[in-house]
């Protein structure tokens, strides 16, 4: 079975490799949130400091007055066999301090170096491991103290701002509260207290400590509390007796303050025979066994999200795609698996199974109408204009049968207004096209990864639509002159076309044709023209998505594919210049994916040997 120290040392290790991974916080839970910790809660002045400097057997921690711990300090406890005592900041790997008068110093100013030299807070903690054979395996967070008032110098908000902080750490279910509460102050007030039943009401993760008992008033004690009548918790209340402020000014070192603290229980006639279970080397061993205990009780959880995330890490690298091989073989073949998912969500977007596709359809069955229902065949077409187009076609000879000459310009006038809306077909069906290429580049993720590729994909398959837009444009035109070319003649053959007489025929200024007789000849090509119109509102739409949409669907990339097969490797890799974006986030989840790799097999063979 594995020993207390091997598991809790394990976790702090994988802890601190989570903190220097990042991987303490975000969606979901994190792995450094999975694994058990203790959180020193407490009013300021309750002591907490000294609690942690008992349990550590070190002076390392700032001293002032007001708000002195401003960041959270994860402070981890490793147990040593001998050696020198040492300290090590997360920010500073590498540099071991045996200096605790300057762990302390470092410990104030990286808090500056976050919240300057103010009285702010920041939830930005600072990591510091301790090596030492004098303590346990065990991993604490240090909280600034809670407060009741705003000071100098503090926002308004710091009391709101301090107790959010505090509760982001307590209301973690894995999260074990030490809660300190001075022995002279009425524990119904504490602070520490109030927050830990509101966030454990079942007390399973309370451990209530009891500080300052030397200082209470001559004839009172705390037995009550201690004992479990006044505040009774699941688990059983630690007194500490803190060190004097005579003995701190006088530099009393850790060791021997531990020996005065049971020297004291052990000599008390109120506490004496609880003295075997109070003080500050009780509780951190109380502590230490009680995390163990936890830890292996979270253990199969703790499993299923490594393995939960392991699927999760897995699944990102794949989906942001894994390294490319540097052979050109491979990265050619890489280039075309990019472009065939680029046209696979390109004809997903065109066929429907994604929107954008039906915006084509739009352009035939509004647009088309409405640019068609608009042309001036009105004005071409009224009586004065008729009258103008027929008299100049006859010239100086009147015509003999029917002004065919005058019937012919009017018609090719009127169908050369077709022209507008046939390109405007073309060019709004080209815009949906390249719109589509666009939407189809960004949703196509494998692409994310080569932005130069992504370049290049966009350009070859604009040029195509380029390409497919002036064919298209020529087909459409060629559908209209088409029209202009060669008349309908059953059409007129069936119009009763017999000239109207006119009295004032004889007469030098009058007209050639009566007004009624115009508008006969303005009624039959208009009749011409809507028969000519309804014709091309079906053969233009056929044009532009034979032309434009089929081509498009069938041959977007064909020329990209005969350009990129006569490439060398070295033209081929700089297509293949991945994001620097994407590399550090590969190599970051391919640390991580090492990571808790590492942590379940090291768990589960020192958890169950």
């Given at each position: 079975?594995?020993?207390?120290?091997?598991?809790?040392?394990?976790?702090?290790?994988?802890?601190?490799?989570?903190?220097?991974?990042?991987?303490?916080?975000?969606?979901?839970?994190?792995?450094?949130?999975?694994?058990?910790?203790?959180?020193?809660?407490?009013?300021?002045?309750?002591?907490?400091?000294?609690?942690?400097?008992?349990?550590?057997?070190?002076?390392f921690?700032?001293?002032?007055s007001?708000?002195?711990?401003?960041?959270?300090?994860?402070?981890?406890?490793?147990?040593?066999?001998?050696?020198?005592?040492?300290?090590?900041?997360?920010?500073?790997?590498?540099?071991?301090?045996?200096?605790?008068?300057?762990?302390?110093?470092?410990?104030?100013?990286?808090?500056?170096?976050?919240?300057?030299?103010?009285?702010?807070?920041?939830?930005?903690?600072?990591?510091?491991?301790?090596?030492?054979?004098?303590?346990?395996?065990?991993?604490?967070?240090?909280?600034?103290?809670?407060?009741?008032?705003?000071?100098?110098?503090?926002?308004?908000?710091?009391?709101?701002?301090?107790?959010?902080?505090?509760?982001?750490?307590?209301?973690?279910?894995?999260?074990?509260?030490l809660?300190?509460?001075?022995?002279?102050?009425?524990?119904?007030?504490s602070?520490?207290?109030?927050?830990?039943?509101?966030?454990?009401?079942?007390?399973?993760?309370?451990?209530?400590?009891?500080?300052?008992?030397?200082?209470?008033d001559?004839?009172?004690?705390?037995?009550?509390?201690?004992?479990?009548?006044?505040?009774?918790?699941?688990?059983?209340?630690?007194?500490?007796?803190?060190?004097?402020?005579?003995?701190?000014?006088?530099?009393?070192?850790?060791?021997?303050?531990?020996?005065?603290?049971?020297?004291?229980?052990?000599?008390?006639?109120?506490?004496?025979?609880?003295?075997?279970?109070?003080?500050?080397?009780?509780?951190?061993?109380?502590?230490?066994?009680?995390?163990?205990?936890?830890i292996?009780?979270?253990?199969?959880?703790?499993?299923?999200?490594?393995?939960?995330?392991?699927?999760?890490?897995?699944?990102?690298?794949?989906?942001?795609?894994?390294?490319?091989?540097v052979?050109?073989?491979?990265?050619?073949?890489?280039?075309?698996?990019?472009?065939?998912?680029?046209d696979?969500?390109?004809?997903?977007?065109?066929?429907?199974?994604?929107?954008?596709?039906?915006?084509?359809?739009?352009?035939?069955?509004?647009?088309?109408?409405?640019?068609?229902?608009?042309?001036?065949?009105?004005?071409?077409?009224?009586?004065?204009?008729?009258?103008?187009?027929?008299?100049?076609?006859?010239?100086?000879?009147?015509?003999?049968?029917?002004?065919?000459?005058?019937?012919?310009?009017?018609?090719?006038?009127?169908?050369?207004?077709?022209?507008?809306?046939?390109?405007?077909?073309?060019?709004?069906?080209?815009?949906?096209?390249?719109?589509?290429?666009?939407?189809?580049?960004?949703?196509?993720?494998?692409?994310?990864?080569?932005?130069?590729?992504?370049?290049?994909?966009?350009?070859?398959?604009?040029?195509?639509?380029?390409?497919?837009?002036d064919?298209?444009?020529?087909?459409?035109?060629?559908?209209?002159?088409?029209?202009?070319?060669?008349?309908?003649?059953?059409?007129?053959?069936?119009?009763?076309?017999?000239?109207?007489?006119?009295?004032?025929?004889?007469?030098?200024?009058a007209?050639?044709?009566?007004?009624?007789?115009?508008?006969?000849?303005?009624?039959?090509?208009?009749?011409?023209?809507?028969?000519?119109?309804d014709?091309?509102?079906?053969?233009?739409?056929?044009?532009?998505?034979?032309?434009?949409?089929?081509?498009?669907?069938?041959?977007?990339?064909?020329?990209?594919?005969?350009?990129?097969?006569?490439?060398?490797?070295?033209?081929?890799?700089?297509?293949?210049?991945?994001?620097?974006?994407?590399?550090?986030?590969?190599?970051s989840?391919?640390?991580?994916?090492?990571?808790?790799?590492?942590?379940?097999?090291?768990?589960?063979?020192?958890?169950?040997?």
């Amino acid at each position: 079975m594995a020993t207390m120290e091997s598991l809790i040392g394990l976790v702090n290790r994988i802890q601190r490799a989570c903190t220097a991974l990042g991987d303490h916080g975000g969606e979901g839970m994190s792995l450094w949130e999975a694994l058990p910790s203790v959180a020193v809660v407490g009013g300021q002045s309750s002591g907490k400091s000294s609690v942690l400097e008992s349990v550590v057997g070190r002076d390392f921690l700032p001293r002032g007055s007001g708000i002195v711990t401003r960041r959270p300090l994860v402070l981890q406890l490793h147990k040593t066999e001998g050696g020198t005592e040492y300290a090590e900041f997360l920010h500073a790997p590498k540099r071991k301090m045996t200096d605790f008068a300057a762990v302390r110093k470092e410990i104030a100013d990286e808090t500056d170096r976050i919240t300057g030299k103010s009285k702010q807070i920041s939830n930005i903690p600072i990591h510091l491991s301790i090596y030492s054979p004098n303590v346990v395996n065990l991993t604490l967070i240090d909280l600034p103290g809670l407060t009741k008032v705003a000071v100098e110098g503090q926002p308004e908000s710091i009391v709101e701002d301090i107790e959010m902080m505090v509760r982001s750490y307590v209301e973690k279910p894995n999260c074990i509260i030490l809660a300190i509460s001075p022995a002279n102050q009425d524990i119904a007030t504490s602070d520490a207290i109030k927050l830990a039943r509101e966030v454990d009401p079942s007390g399973e993760r309370t451990f209530g400590v009891l500080t300052k008992l030397d200082l209470m008033d001559q004839g009172t004690n705390a037995l009550d509390v201690l004992e479990g009548r006044a505040y009774k918790l699941l688990h059983p209340w630690v007194g500490i007796v803190n060190r004097s402020q005579a003995d701190i000014n006088k530099n009393v070192n850790m060791i021997h303050a531990r020996q005065k603290e049971r020297e004291y229980f052990e000599s008390s006639p109120e506490y004496g025979h609880l003295g075997h279970k109070m003080g500050s080397e009780y509780l951190a061993k109380l502590l230490s066994k009680h995390l163990e205990t936890v830890i292996r009780q979270r253990i199969p959880s703790i499993i299923a999200l490594i393995n939960k995330t392991i699927d999760e890490i897995n699944a990102e690298l794949d989906r942001i795609g894994r390294p490319i091989a540097v052979d050109g073989g491979a990265q050619l073949y890489t280039i075309l698996e990019m472009c065939r998912a680029f046209d696979r969500v390109f004809k997903e977007h065109l066929d429907g199974g994604r929107p954008g596709g039906d915006k084509i359809y739009g352009v035939f069955d509004h647009q088309l109408p409405a640019a068609l229902k608009k042309l001036p065949f009105d004005r071409h077409l009224s009586q004065n204009n008729v009258r103008k187009v027929i008299s100049e076609a006859d010239g100086y000879q009147p015509h003999l049968i029917a002004p065919e000459q005058g019937y012919r310009r009017l018609i090719d006038g009127s169908l050369g207004y077709f022209r507008g809306p046939a390109e405007a077909s073309v060019d709004a069906v080209h815009l949906v096209l390249k719109e589509l290429v666009r939407r189809s580049l960004a949703a196509t993720e494998e692409l994310n990864r080569f932005p130069s590729l992504k370049s290049d994909i966009a350009a070859a398959a604009n040029d195509s639509l380029e390409k497919f837009r002036d064919d298209s444009r020529k087909t459409v035109l060629r559908l209209v002159e088409m029209e202009s070319s060669y008349l309908t003649v059953e059409f007129f053959r069936k119009l009763n076309m017999e000239p109207e007489k006119t009295p004032n025929a004889a007469t030098p200024n009058a007209d050639r044709y009566t007004d009624n007789h115009l508008r006969r000849i303005g009624t039959n090509v208009t009749a011409y023209v809507s028969m000519v119109c309804d014709t091309l509102k079906n053969s233009i739409p056929k044009a532009v998505v034979h032309c434009q949409v089929r081509e498009a669907k069938r041959s977007l990339l064909n020329r990209f594919y005969a350009q990129v097969g006569r490439k060398e490797k070295e033209q081929l890799g700089k297509m293949l210049d991945e994001d620097p974006s994407l590399m550090v986030k590969r190599e970051s989840l391919a640390k991580r994916l090492e990571l808790y790799k590492s942590a379940r097999d090291e768990i589960d063979s020192v958890a169950w040997k």
